[in-house]
């Protein structure tokens, strides 16, 4: 097993928290909602730029809403037989 981190964020919970939208927080920092909804849903990971604005829209520390899990991802290899033109997965 090979170790992966995944960065996430709990941006949705300081937004409910502070009541405001994904449209609301865009227009802040000079990014789309699309962008916002995407990084929330972490199919997207923020510049260092953009993380910042996005902390101190919120007035708070990185660790505060940026955060590393740490994932055990199966390790898939493959090789060549002698004289074979098929890789062997292992």
């Known amino acids: 097993m090979a170790l992966q981190y995944t960065l996430e964020n709990n941006i949705a919970e300081w937004r409910e928290l502070k009541g405001v ?7 802040a920092i000079g990014v789309s909602r699309n962008t916002i909804s995407s ?3 972490l ?4 510049s260092a ?5 996005i902390c101190s829209y919120f007035d708070c520390g990185f660790e505060e809403i940026f955060f590393l899990v ?3 991802i199966p390790v898939v290899g493959f090789s060549f037989a ?4 098929k890789p062997k997965f292992w």
């Open 70 to 72: 740490q994932k055990d």
């Open 82 to 85: 002698p004289g074979e033109n």
């Open 39 to 41: 990084i929330e849903t």
């Open 21 to 27: 939208t994904q449209s609301e927080l865009a227009e």
């Open 49 to 53: 730029l953009i993380a910042a604005q």
């Open 43 to 46: 199919k997207y990971n923020p």
